[in-house]
């Protein structure tokens, strides 16, 4: 039998009925909960978007796997942090002196990703996790050297596309290892670089 991928909801209503062997323990005998629905890779968050869609689910307590952590798209809404709005930190039940800013959250509340970089319970979200996809290490380098180009040719008019490739290729000797830069295309940049 195939695994399951777990749930991911929003805890709407946790209940208790009185008199109950869970109320004798202080426990809840059940969490009412909205299920969401887990989407596509939010765009520049690299983490799959989550919607409540209404559908609510009744579980006992001993079925919750973990929490997961949610948080607002705030990048997409642009939501701000006001300087003279502050919360004061509290540990130990004890207010500090320590404060961090209150976000004002703009758009649809609803609208989450769900923070597969905070995962305590990976065991349980590992499936949900988007897979990181591996960089082009040759168009990486490209990049990375034509930087280097584009700051040199600011700082001293000038660039010298050999120490670039040299430093691309990383040291040299017993044991060291380099990459090969395509240096037709370093030509062709600079070329272009010293049009515009």
């Given amino acids: 039998m195939a695994e399951q991928s777990p749930v991911v909801a929003c805890i709407r209503e946790i209940i208790q009925r009185q008199g109950s062997d869970a109320?004798?323990?202080?426990r809840p005998d059940a969490i009412l909960l909205e299920r969401g629905s887990v989407g596509e890779p939010a765009a520049s968050y690299a983490m799959p978007a989550v919607r409540a869609h209404g559908g609510f689910l009744l579980y006992p307590v001993?079925?919750?796997?973990?929490?997961?952590?949610?948080?607002?798209?705030?990048?997409?809404?642009?939501?701000?942090?006001?300087?003279?709005?502050v919360e004061f930190i509290y540990e130990e039940r004890?207010?500090?002196s320590k404060a961090?800013?209150?976000?004002?959250?703009?758009?649809?509340?609803d609208d989450l990703v769900l923070n597969t970089?905070?995962?305590?319970?990976?065991?349980?979200?590992?499936g949900l996790r988007v897979p990181i996809q591996p960089p082009d290490m040759n168009l990486a380098i490209l990049e990375g050297a034509a930087k280097?180009?584009?700051?040199?040719?600011?700082?001293s008019g000038a660039s010298s596309v050999t120490s670039i490739i040299a430093a691309a290729h990383g040291p040299r000797g017993r044991g060291a290892r380099g990459r090969q830069v395509n240096?037709?295309?370093?030509?062709?940049?600079?070329?272009?670089?010293?049009?515009?």
Avoid at 117 to 126: I, L, N, P
């Fill in 23 to 26: 109320d004798n323990l202080l």
């Fill in 62 to 85: 001993e079925q919750i796997l973990c929490a997961a952590n949610l948080q607002h798209r705030c990048q997409a809404h642009s939501c701000k942090g006001l300087a003279s709005d």
């Fill in 94 to 96: 004890l207010k500090t």
């Fill in 100 to 109: 961090k800013d209150v976000i004002h959250h703009i758009g649809d509340p």
């Fill in 117 to 126: 970089a905070r995962m305590r319970d990976a065991k349980h979200m590992q």
């Fill in 148 to 155: 280097e180009i584009r700051t040199r040719n600011t700082t």
């Fill in 183 to 196: 240096t037709r295309l370093l030509r062709q940049h600079r070329s272009v670089s010293q049009v515009q």
